[in-house]
């Protein structure tokens, strides 16, 4: 099996010791170590001559994302994609149930000269990119306050590194800034595909009533609003728990409520209960955000400035996931 292997270097857990193992369990592997979005660049330009039928990223949810638009931008074919947790929230990495990555580095070598058993997610496309979610609000702020938080850190960084850390930068930055400022932009949310679909009280999926093109879906505040194709953020946090309900729809949802009320309801939030007061829910085929301030938007992780305006719609291509879950079941068989 022709297999390439990227590792970032700049991941959270991301290492020399990590290429030097892959090494040693995928011999055959084409690998790279990359510090920078120019070497992981140069490095597919490489692949486009003879591509993978295996690529296994080593990173976070940004690398990630970065690798499929490299890819989608050199024309080379999607091919099947292990996610290994090396970075900080891992959302793919959890939802494929991948293990530790020594432990996912030795499954493949493992089954031998097969592909694993895959799992297929659609994309999320904005802006000509593509991302299994994308979004604006309280996620984007809280990524970059982490980011900042971790760039002062000096000698300090690994204590501020993971969940503890993100969970700090959210209640000594994001938090307060909103408590003290001018409190959550406006957005009217407008269908711009098919007749729109939403989730009910009893959770189960409804045609909204006069939702088909242009319609309007919601009009009012908004903390958090985005879209996705995979139920988590990262660290486990199901912020789009609806996200493979309906086939072929992206899940929208949009918060409504205050910064207070959602930190009230952090947990709640975050386990992804429904129904959940202003929290509102639709499937779309595409649709347009207009805000009425400036708003930070985050892909796949990524911080990428701010918008006024934003269209998402449902990538054409798909992109096939190792299911680390069923291959740690057929190996123990």
Do not use: C
């Amino acid at each position: 099996m022709n297999i390439a292997v990227l590792v970032n270097l700049r991941a959270r857990k991301g290492s020399e010791g990590m290429g030097g193992l892959v090494r040693d369990l995928l011999p055959r592997a084409r690998v790279a170590l990359t510090r920078s979005l120019e070497e992981a660049r140069e490095w597919v330009d490489q692949l486009r001559h003879d591509p993978p039928s295996l690529l296994l990223a080593g990173g976070g949810d940004g690398t990630i994302t970065g690798l499929l638009n490299e890819l989608r931008s050199q024309g080379v074919a999607l091919p099947a994609i292990g996610v290994l947790p090396l970075g900080t929230g891992n959302a793919w990495a959890r939802v494929t149930g991948a293990p530790r990555p020594h432990v996912a580095l030795k499954q493949i070598a493992a089954y031998g000269e097969r592909l694993p058993p895959l799992r297929p997610f659609s994309l999320v496309r904005v802006e000509g990119r593509v991302a299994p979610f994308a979004g604006t609000g309280w996620d984007a702020e809280m990524i970059q306050d982490f980011k900042n938080q971790l760039a002062s850190a000096g000698p300090l960084k690994s204590t501020q590194a993971g969940l503890r850390g993100y969970l700090g930068a959210m209640f000594t930055r994001t938090v307060p800034r909103h408590l003290f400022g001018e409190g959550n932009p406006n957005v009217s949310v407008y269908n711009l595909g098919g007749s729109a679909l939403t989730m009910d009280s009893t959770g189960a999926v409804r045609p909204v009533p006069n939702g088909g093109e242009g319609a309007l879906l919601y009009q009012g505040p908004a903390g958090v609003a985005g879209a996705a194709t995979t139920p988590e953020w990262g660290f486990g946090f199901k912020a789009f728990p609806f996200a493979q309900a309906v086939p072929h729809r992206l899940s929208v949802r949009v918060y409504g409520a205050g910064v207070m009320e959602a930190t009230r309801n952090m947990f709640r939030l975050w386990r992804g209960e429904h129904p959940m007061p202003r929290m509102h829910d639709f499937f779309v085929e595409r649709l347009r955000m207009d805000f009425d301030r400036d708003v930070p938007f985050q892909m796949g992780g990524d911080v990428l400035g701010m918008r006024r305006s934003l269209e998402f719609d449902l990538a054409e291509e798909n992109v096939q996931l190792v299911d680390w879950r069923r291959l740690g079941r057929l190996l123990e068989a």
